[in-house]
């Protein structure tokens, strides 16, 4: 499997760690195509890239002699070819790679899958290169991205856009319109059944200087769980899987022996109950852990009951168990992640800050009355004063 660096991290990202393949994925050859690789020319690749110059280039550079980096291969590429027909003319031109040639796919997967309707397209460095002056290049980037979003989705959608002096988000809205005019690509639905918005972080600035009370936002805000990088993965495929998976948070139990043991959970789409309450506010989520572990105790605990009264210990009651212990656990993880959260609430005097964050932003206070710029200036300095506060 040879990859560019972002290609292999979509691939990994849509891999349940829990999954046979993502064990067959990690045990296999993984190898980067802008560095020098073994020949194993026995061996047959898929190629997994981004269209650009460079990936092209080191894929023609392996079939450059007679000395063939593999057998046959297929090559798969995560958005459109550019415009021009000049990567097919590369491949054309290289007659040792031809014949060995199995598949050659536009596959259109240029977008991080975060969650089941959330995706990014993995540009951190975007909001401040953007801010600066608008960018070509980036931005007919982003409208690649975004199409291959669409054409995954089998979606030609209305597009409409945030008009500002900057004009960034017209450009994409504009670009994106071009590459979708022009696409043939089998359509889930009708033309314009959709709709899809492009702004810019001017359209909300408020959010980025408030807390966020919701579950996900404030777990990974108050205590700091990291994502990790693929890179990790690359410099040591034999670590702990719970190490090359990012959204992992490390908790403590008390064990059967009555000793405390250190466990890890990864936070995703595995995890049904963090699918279900990752975008509640928090106290609703702890509300609701605790009475569902009341009352998932409660229930099986009656279930076990019954059956020993009616069949004795049976088999099938010890064997139902472990089910039953694996259930708590996941209920467990996220009492756990409830009970730190609050604490670094109280700990941190989070809530306050929250108070005058949500006053600063809305202009009014939690009973919808107007506070005044004096008010907000004078609470802003008294815990600005505060020597505790962070």
Not at 172 to 201: M, N, W
Not at 271 to 283: N, P
Request: aromatic share 10%; net charge negative.
């Amino acid at each position: 499997f040879v990859f560019s660096f972002s290609s292999v991290f979509l691939v990994f990202l849509c891999v349940p760690s829990d999954a046979p393949f993502a064990h067959r994925f990690l045990s296999a050859v993984i190898e980067p195509v802008c560095q020098h690789r073994q020949p194993l020319p026995d061996l047959d690749a898929l190629y997994f890239v981004s269209p650009e110059t460079a990936s092209v280039d080191a894929i023609l550079r392996d079939f450059s002699s007679d000395k063939n980096q593999y057998n046959r291969i297929q090559v798969y590429f995560t958005s459109p070819l550019p415009p021009g027909g000049q990567v097919l003319r590369k491949f054309a031109g290289c007659p040792n790679i031809l014949p060995r040639i199995r598949a050659f796919v536009e596959f259109n997967l240029d977008f991080i899958a975060q969650e089941q309707r959330v995706f990014h397209l993995d540009r951190p460095s975007d909001f401040v290169d953007l801010f600066r002056g608008q960018d070509a290049e980036k931005l007919d980037r982003i409208a690649t991205q975004l199409f291959t979003l669409c054409a995954s989705l089998g979606e030609t959608p209305a597009i409409r856009f945030q008009k500002n002096l900057r004009g960034c988000a017209k450009a994409v809205a504009t670009c994106l319109y071009d590459k979708l005019r022009h696409a043939e690509f089998k359509q889930t639905s009708e033309p314009g059944e959709s709709t899809l918005l492009i702004v810019d972080r001017s359209v909300d600035l408020a959010t980025l200087f408030i807390h966020e009370y919701t579950y996900q936002a404030l777990v990974y805000d108050v205590l700091n769980i990291a994502t990790s990088s693929f890179t990790k993965l690359l410099a040591n495929k034999e670590e702990d899987e719970d190490a090359i998976r990012e959204n992992t948070f490390q908790y403590e139990i008390v064990n059967n022996l009555g000793k405390h043991e250190k466990k890890r959970a990864e936070l995703g789409e595995q995890d049904e109950l963090w699918v279900r309450f990752r975008h509640q506010h928090i106290q609703s989520v702890n509300q609701e852990v605790q009475e569902e572990i009341k009352r998932f105790v409660k229930e099986n605990a009656t279930a076990q009951i019954q059956k020993q009264e009616g069949q004795g210990p049976t088999l099938q009651a010890i064997r139902s168990l472990p089910q039953y212990q694996e259930m708590l656990a996941k209920y467990w993880v996220h009492a756990s992640l409830t009970e730190q959260s609050f604490a670094q609430l109280q700990e941190r005097n989070l809530m306050n800050v929250g108070i005058l964050e949500q006053d600063l932003a809305c202009g009014v206070d939690k009973d919808g009355k107007e506070v005044s710029a004096s008010k907000l200036l004078t609470m802003l300095s008294n815990h600005l004063s505060d020597a505790n506060a962070e």
